[in-house]
């Protein structure tokens, strides 16, 4: 589909001020228990995979194998002296599965030392430096938002849009707003700042604004929507997050690339993460900007045109999303049925299996996003994504999938499951050396000999396999570093060599305390799933938020007690054992304070302020980065001004004239005789026209029945008649 950047877009009129014609696309749900229809492109061959791909996966695979082999070889060797036992078969399964898990991370990340190295990560012809392409076709910028601060979201979306309007090419793009928002006061204030929007910049044809009244499927239903409504006009479409931020010089080289290779169906960026105050938010920004790099490479350089979706910051073409990943709703109830949550992995394996090509370009920088700024935000984020990636079990057996499209999803699913198999290997160790406690050998058997039975734990052998474990754990950050030392500017906005090696160490100490504390929250929300219990769908905090000592001990004290308990359980075992534990005791028992320190935005500044744990984005901001701030800041101004108008809804519609119109001509049409029919706008209204007043009004309603009577012509103008 070839849709050239002369056509003119104009304004249907029941949604003049906020959408342009519709241009419906197609859009079905998938059946994953039958072949898709690939509509002639080839399935194993594609003209974008890169040349010896398959001797890139053996040597990661293979190696892997062997890695984990040899260490299940080592250590049967420390439990020997038992003989074969229940207790040690289960955990030589389980060291052979994390053994695995671990392997497999180090020998990508191998590839990924060779991909940093040699400077690749790119490919489909993109160049990192040098004149931009030119564009030929429309794409759409899709930014949704789910309960948000709108100025904050929009804030982003201008940097985004002043930064195109810099390579001169913003005639190629189209901005939408897709609000899932179901808060009546912040939809009103997106409203608003839409608005506000649109003033700022002087586009009118080219930024739009649409609300969905009914929420259906989340996020992947809200880009559904826009697909089946507007897909017909764009290309491409490049889908953000939230808090995305992204370079308009990059956008246009991936634009580009996608169209110049009809087989590619998504190009997926590296997101950085930037703008973390607290010390938890600036380890997650220091490792993802130290450590992403390098993981990144090393998946894009064996996934090839088999890569992977992260749901945001990435180019699509509309007509393969379209034609492929349209979601099915699972058979059953949540939380394994229903909607599927974790829907950007689902959606890159539907679009390969149709034969579209996924690529991942790491080696191009410009593309950005935040990190939640505590633990306490991160396991909340998690519960929904460990939903989602739980939920991956009833599509693996889809037919017609891409075997590395099912590894995506196997992965997703390990890096959940793996804190329930690191607690059980640690319990079970624990239960071994028990074992060992009170076991007495028989130096001579049966049968006559000369020589005793003697018992064969090798305290030495179970040392060497412990740093050999850890070596291969912590060797993707030593590889991290090395590759750090080939860029200069990197290296130079980290600090310097010493300063970014006492950052990685820092980090390094501070999240291996908190990784025991992160497994058991994992562990709790793969047992809380697995017993039937759905997740929701919570906005995402991006803020500070300053939380008391007093909510933290509640929400951790559990750990501690744990972690005290398990420290009892070792020292009654031996000494040996409970300091051979240490690391993971002293992190449970500190769990209030570490959650505490971690969450402190002041602890964040002095560690900024020392010179660790900086990032060459924080350090030197690149343009946009620069842009965002900027509109950030005049954001926050703004909702200081000693002016500015009330945050709640009625009274924004009420003192606000030129709001009051574009909400009004932004509605749906009237409920047609006959469709469904809205119980919540049915009780809303009756309670305006009961309601003697505004506040008496307020009072009454639910926030369902808020938003309903807003969303109607009939209720706003009850509310503009009722009096204060």
């Known amino acids: 589909m070839d849709v050239s950047l002369d056509a003119v877009t104009d304004f249907s009129p029941s949604e003049a001020p906020f959408l342009p014609h519709e241009a419906p696309l197609k859009m079905e749900p998938q059946n994953l228990q039958q072949q898709p229809d690939r509509h002639g492109r080839p399935f194993r061959i594609l003209d974008t995979t890169p040349k010896l791909l398959w001797l890139r996966r053996l040597f990661v695979f293979g190696t892997a194998i062997l890695l984990t082999g040899f260490g299940v070889y080592k250590i049967n060797q420390v439990f020997n002296s038992l003989g074969v036992s229940t207790l040690g078969v289960i955990v030589l399964v389980l060291f052979a599965i994390l053994g695995f898990w671990i392997a497999l991370s180090f020998t990508s990340s191998l590839g990924g030392f060779v991909s940093l190295i040699c400077r690749g990560g790119l490919g489909l012809g993109i160049q990192r430096t040098g004149a931009l392409p030119q564009l030929k076709a429309r794409t759409a910028v899709l930014m949704p938002t789910y309960n948000e601060d709108p100025t904050r979201v929009l804030a982003g979306l201008k940097a985004i849009y ?33 608005l506000a929007f649109r003033q700022a910049t002087g586009d009118h044809q080219r930024i739009f604004y649409r609300r969905r009244h009914q929420n259906t499927d989340r996020k992947a ?21 939230a808090d995305s931020v992204m370079d308009g010089s990059l ?56 890569g992977n979706y992260w749901g945001h910051n990435a180019v699509i073409r509309t007509r393969a999303f379209a034609e492929q990943a349209g979601l099915p709703h699972l058979k059953g109830r949540p939380p394994f049925g229903g909607h599927i949550l974790s829907h950007d992995f689902v959606e890159a394996a539907l679009m390969r299996r149709g034969g579209w090509a996924i690529h991942m370009v790491p080696g191009l920088f410009g593309s950005y996003e935040e990190s939640p700024p505590s633990l306490t935000d991160v396991a909340i984020r998690d519960r929904r994504w460990c939903q989602g990636n739980l939920q991956h079990a009833k599509i693996l057996g889809t037919k017609g999938l891409h075997w590395v499209s099912r590894t995506h999803m196997l992965t997703g699913i390990g890096s959940y499951v793996m804190s329930p198999l690191w607690l059980l290997f640690l319990l079970f160790g624990i239960l071994i050396s028990l074992q060992s406690h009170f076991y007495h050998p028989e130096y001579f058997g049966t049968k006559p000999t000369l020589y005793p039975h003697w018992p064969r734990v ?75 219990r759905d997740s929701g769908w919570n906005a995402q905090n991006r803020e500070d938020g300053r939380v008391s000592l007093r909510e933290v001990a509640r929400g951790y004290w559990v750990y501690t007690v744990f972690g005290v308990l398990l420290a009892a359980a070792a020292w009654s075992v031996s000494q040996a054992l409970f300091l051979w534990m240490t690391p993971v005791l002293l992190g449970l028992v500190l769990a209030i304070p570490l959650a505490a320190l971690t969450a ?39 909702m200081h001004a000693p002016h500015q108008p009330p945050e709640e809804a009625f009274a924004l519609l009420r003192t606000d004239r030129t709001l009051l119109d574009a909400h009004l001509g932004a509605l749906p049409p009237a409920r047609k005789p006959g469709s469904a029919i809205d119980a919540n706008l049915l009780v809303g209204l009756v309670k305006l026209k009961e309601a003697s007043s505004l506040k008496t009004a307020l009072s009454k309603l639910n926030r369902q029945e808020k938003a309903a009577v807003l969303g109607s012509a009939e209720g706003v103008a009850l509310l503009e008649n009722l009096p204060e």
């Open 458 to 532: 090798d305290p030495v052998q179970a040392k060497f396999v412990f740093i050999g474990t850890m070596g291969i754990l912590l060797a993707p950050k030593g590889l991290a570093f090395i590759a750090m030392l080939f860029d200069r500017a990197a290296l130079r906005g980290s600090g310097g060599v010493i300063k970014l090696f006492m950052s990685i160490i820092l980090e390094t100490l501070i999240g291996g305390l908190i990784a025991p504390i992160a497994m058991l929250i994992q562990t709790s929300g793969v047992i809380s799933i697995l017993l039937g």
């Open 600 to 638: 402190s935005r002041d602890v964040g500044l002095g560690l900024r302020k020392a010179g660790l744990l900086l990032i060459e984005e924080e350090t030197a901001p690149p343009p946009i980065l620069r842009l965002a701030a900027e509109n950030d800041r005049l954001r926050t101004e703004a």
């Open 251 to 306: 956008i246009v080289r991936v634009v580009s690339a996608m169209e110049n290779h009809d087989g590619v169906g998504l190009i997926q960026t590296l997101p950085v993460i930037v703008g973390g105050r607290t010390l938890f938010a600036r380890m997650q920004q220091f490792a993802g900007r130290v450590y992403g790099p390098l993981i990144a490479h090393g998946i894009a350089w064996w996934h090839g045109s088999e």
């Open 221 to 241: 239903g809200n880009l559904h929507d826009w697909v089946v409504r507007f897909g017909g006009s764009y290309q491409q479409m490049l889908t953000l997050d």
């Open 162 to 194: 002043d930064s195109i309007l810099a390579t001169g090419q913003i005639d190629a793009f189209d901005f939408f707003i897709l609000s899932d928002t179901t808060n009546p006061d912040v939809w009103l204030q997106e409203e608003r700042a839409f």
